[in-house]
């Protein structure tokens, strides 16, 4: 989703994180782009970088069935920031580049990250055929578009490498890809890629597994996607056995937060879902990393008649990296069957 940059800016201060939002999201913008309600999404040039604004970011995660009868889930994750405007090449490039990877069990969470400077051929973004990477970790395509691709990433002593099929359209979020943050309007470019057929094999410490599943892609730029007294965010990516799905979020500011989504029907077809539209009721507090996370949720859309509760798949799936968050692998009952994603930012 959204805004998911935990890139960010480890230049900020720990003060100045709390002050301006999840991990300087919140911060000012002077001199980069800003989301343009009236600027239509292009393809495929939005699959690339937009280097213009701030932050940016091109993510996957997918919920998979194991050869050995156990559920997983996997996240590649490719980040790009710009410390200040400019494009300037080589090392004076104002562009940082950070992976985060992941892979989770339904007992153990294995998680890494990489760092890269803009500018130097170490990470980046090409096109036709589009491939994403830094140092070894790649998310390629066979051509320009999001429609056959490969990720592969890990560290010593796991990682992955699966093959992704787009079996329906992309979605736009929001208006025709502008999607609000906050009441004071606050913004992104938001799209995705929900319609991924995933096979490939997850390397472990106990030996390789076969995985098949689901994979979801989002794309989302800004320079300012979060308003000064947010904290952080609750996304949640949820596949229904209907084929139905919905991306909603909750951005919390202290009082009832602001709320946003898609109901992205099994055809394709969407409907922007408001504020007033869905209800995120945390269920389950665990103590996770020396923090109390809400890790079963129950979440209602009336309009669509869904009332879920969503529970994780292994609570401890804490990303402890450089700017730490939780993100890990649903599954969903209730009114609708499913599985899914969610990711938690911000929890002190």
Known sequence: ????????????????????????????????AMPDAQKALTFPRDHLSHDAFRIEWWYLTATLDGADGRDYGLQWTLFRTAMEPGEDVGWSSPHVWLGH????TPDRHFAAEKFARGGIGQAGVSGDPFDAWIDDWQLVSDDAEFEVMRARAGASTWGYEVSLTANGPLVAH???????????GQASHYYSQPFFAVSGVLTLPDGPVAVTGKGW?????????????????????????????????RLRDGGAGFRSGTWISADGQVQR???????????????????????????QV??????????????????DLSIAYWEGPLTVSGSHQGRGYLEMTGYE
Request: aromatic share 10%; hydrophobic share 45%; with cysteine.
């Open 1 to 32: 989703m959204i805004a998911r940059c935990l890139i960010l800016l480890a230049s900020l201060s720990a003060s100045a994180v709390g002050a301006q939002g999840f991990a300087g999201l919140g911060t000012t913008t002077q001199g980069f």
């Open 302 to 319: 009336p309009l669509y008649g869904v009332d879920v509760e969503v529970s994780a798949l292994n609570p401890n799936s804490w990303m």
């Open 174 to 184: 929001g208006e025709g890809g502008y999607s609000v943050k906050s009441p004071s």
């Open 273 to 299: 879902l408001g504020d007033d539209q869905i209800v995120a009721t945390p269920l389950d507090l665990v103590a996770v990393a020396g923090r109390d996370i809400p890790v079963r949720w129950r979440l």
């Open 101 to 104: 990877a992941a892979v989770t």
């Open 217 to 249: 892609l989002d794309r989302e730029w800004s320079s300012q996607p979060l308003a000064e007294d947010q904290s952080g965010w609750d996304w949640f990516s949820l596949s229904f056995d209907s084929g139905d799905k919905l991306m909603a979020f």
